[in-house]
């Protein structure tokens, strides 16, 4: 069973006077609330346009929709996978063209494809047959991209099964596009969020160019490889330097591809905002339940309060408190009058002995999928809070 320290080497995070800013900022605020630093943001973003300088980048709105973080998106450069109208809309209000957004969600209602295209939006993500003739009649002439199933191998949260097709339907699919008028631009495929073996991308890459050279035999030239998101954000595993991640897929895609190198998009979510996030909680309660037992540790935030993706343990936050002194085990759970509502109790997170009810506890890595999974009104308990920073 891994063991985790939260006297973890804080410097690897951020700077000792990012922190303290942050709690200075954080000190007469009511927990729980997370901040969002713009700047790593924007650091996060100038690093991975840097390391594949040859990809566009397509921010995946869903990770973290605040306004100033896609507005500082969209000031440098980046375009936007939307996922719903409504992200679409949210966009559209920021000034973004449509020409600069994606539709990769392949899940989508007829209207919505339909009001879509109105907007003036022509690229769309599909792995579906029903789908692919939804697209055609609701938004004629697209572009689109046909998604293929990935395993989500090494990955610590897999988008698997849900999403893509075998390569053989994707194939039909194409033809079909064609046939329907539609314009089959590429493959797209998701290695699965939070990915940490660098390999993963490999082997759906080649099947991209499989997919690329049969269509090629029947007249149709794909010339985009979307590679989604996946790339990681610093949760308690460490991970690779961002660019040994890009020179992985380069290379794959240079020995695959070789001269015909084609248009690549990447959809990054979690690995743009996820460090830039520090979640703010509070102990409100701690109870040793049996004699020699592992003590609870209640705090305001729960599974429902932001932290979903900690269900099955998936995601391992990196939890900091100012206490030092001995450690202990402690199973961490969340406010709600909900069972569910546990974070860690497999993983063994050590913290000090000397926790105190009132002590405020730091989750690190939360600005991705947090504030916007946090339920309305679940025990009465209000939305997530997100205060955006520098
Ligand atoms: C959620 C999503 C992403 C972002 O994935 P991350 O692992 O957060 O980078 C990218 N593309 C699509 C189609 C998605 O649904």
Redesign the pocket.
Known sequence: MPVFNYFFDMDSYMSKERFAGIKKFAADKKTPFVVISLSVVAQKYDELKKSMPYADIYY?V??NPEEEVLKLLAERGSSF?V?SVHELDLMLKLGVSPDRLSY??TIKKAEDIRYAYEKGMRLF?TDAESDVRKIARNAPQSDVFFRILTDGIGAD?P?SRK?GTHPAVAFRNILLAKELGLNPRGI?F?VG???YDVTQWRVPISTCKELFDAAKKHGIDLDIVNM????PARYIQPVEETQVYADEVTEDMREIFGSEFPRVII?????LVGDAGVLVSEVVMISNKERGGIPWLYLDVGKFGGLIETIDESIKYPIYTERGGEVNNYIIAGPTCDSVDILYEKLQYRLPCSLEEGDRIYFLTTG??TQTYSAVFFNGLPPLKAYVID
């Open positions: 995946a869903k990770a996978d996922a990769g969600n993500a949260w988008l999403f797209s998701h969020s939070q990915q989604g998101g996946g790339f959809e990054p979510g979690r690995y991705a999928y």
